[in-house]
């Protein structure tokens, strides 16, 4: 393992623009911690990495590298990208495996006292960013476990609980608090946390899956990707066949999941190419070879049954470029309707977060209803930060980690 790991790591060209640094949501310092372990310094390779990020094992492992750090290797111009996410995960895991402990910033204790609601990528970065810097910072959560989409949302044969666990256990090692099955809105009132915290950071993340708004959508057999991913309860897909509309991770991990649970067809449907597919070229790759079928420029016009899913009716598309746009957008193509047989269609179109929630928060929302955050992630409320999905930050476990370091440090600014 560790010959195969340093021969990785000796693939890397140390290039002096480092691309590979700039396509990193966190602005990971990957050619030095490369060079590192080029030079079995490992334990100096972990601490560079926390300068940035306390998710090395996580995001070694379910980040995009293709669309971030790997997609921006000058290797990939001829070859094969050097493999970052392995190395990073490596290194998060020796870590783990030898105890290394998160460097602090300080020793000194600060009488300060931070909330962080929501104890997602976002919520347990800016957690751990205030807690070395000497901050008094409490968790809230509303699961019993800790994690959020990482937990619920990413199944385990991408990411295993156990990993997980002993990554986040690292992370509280910092001294943090953690109360669990405390619901914001329910058994968790904003305004008395503000009367006991000198600022608070809601991180509560976007779970609810969108629809489609069309025809059919309300039968019995549709369901939200999101809501199974996260609560793990799912019909009998025993010999069944099941659409999944969407074309980003959470389509893929779903249709990964249901295929495994015994259906019959998973078929995933996408309107645009694949190639434009938000979802990582790994993960449609082990979807295809789990035998899930693609169906590429097609889009969903309506779902048909008397009171349960009997068929759905797609429609061809076609990619056009439109006024004033750089993407192509799918356009239907007319008269090239047809109908599939199915059993269940599962929507992964996107999510949001739970309206009455947030009309709860007395926080100004944006016109995509999400809480409104300036540059330095402060709401309307100047003792209230958020980031992460429930700001409508960019939707991938390294951005909310990105959105919660930012928050910590213009939350430590703040109460200076």
Not at 94 to 101: C, D, F, G, R, Y
Not at 131 to 155: C, M, Q, S, W
Not at 382 to 389: A, E, L, Q, R
């Amino acid at each position: 393992m560790k010959e195969e790991i340093i021969e990785k790591a000796k693939y890397c060209l140390s290039c002096p623009k480092r691309p590979c640094h700039d396509g990193c949501p966190l602005g990971n310092d990957t050619m030095e911690f490369i060079r590192l372990i080029k030079e079995g310094k490992d334990k100096e390779a972990y601490e560079l990495l926390c300068n940035t990020t306390v998710l090395q094992s996580i995001c070694g492992r379910v980040c995009p590298h293709e669309k971030q750090c790997q997609g921006k290797c000058i290797r990939k111009i001829k070859n094969e990208a050097v493999e970052i996410g392995n190395l990073e995960s490596y290194i998060g895991d020796l870590a783990i495996e030898n105890n290394w402990k998160i460097p602090k910033f300080t020793s000194k204790k600060i009488d300060k006292k931070v909330a962080v609601i929501g104890a997602g990528p976002s919520g347990i970065t800016c957690a751990s960013f205030l807690a070395r810097a000497g901050y008094d910072v409490t968790i809230f959560e509303k699961h019993n476990h800790l994690g959020g989409l990482l937990y619920h949302g990413i199944p385990d044969f991408r990411l295993s609980k156990d990993i997980l666990e002993k990554a986040i256990n690292k992370i509280l090692e910092l001294g943090i608090k953690v109360e669990l099955e405390k619901e914001l809105g329910k058994n968790l009132k904003l305004e008395e946390l503000e009367k006991e915290y000198d600022a608070i950071y809601i991180a509560i993340g976007a779970n609810v899956s969108s629809k489609m708004n069309i025809e059919g959508e309300n039968l019995n057999g549709v369901y939200g990707g999101n809501e199974l991913l996260e609560s793990n309860i799912h019909p009998n897909y025993i010999n069944k066949n099941v659409a999944i509309i969407g074309g980003g991770n959470v389509a893929i991990d779903t249709a990964r999941t249901v295929k495994r649970l015994g259906a019959n067809k998973v078929t995933i449907i996408y309107r645009r190419a694949m190639e434009q597919m938000p979802a990582e070229r790994k993960e449609i790759k082990e979807a295809q070879e789990e035998k899930i079928d693609f169906l590429f420029q097609t889009n969903i016009l309506k779902i048909i049954g008397s009171k349960k899913v009997e068929k759905i009716e797609c429609i061809k598309t076609e990619l056009k470029k439109k006024e004033n746009e750089e993407r192509l957008s799918p356009v239907n193509i007319e008269g090239s309707n047809y109908l599939l047989d199915m059993d269940y269609v599962i929507m992964a179109v996107g999510s949001k977060t739970e309206k009455s929630v947030l009309d709860k928060l007395n926080l100004e929302l944006d016109k995509w209803n999400c809480i409104k955050v300036d540059e330095n992630h402060q709401t309307s409320n100047p003792k209230i930060f958020s980031g992460g999905d429930v700001a409508g930050n960019k939707a991938t476990v390294a951005w909310a980690a990105r959105a919660g370091r930012e928050a910590a440090n213009s939350i430590i600014k703040f109460l200076e």
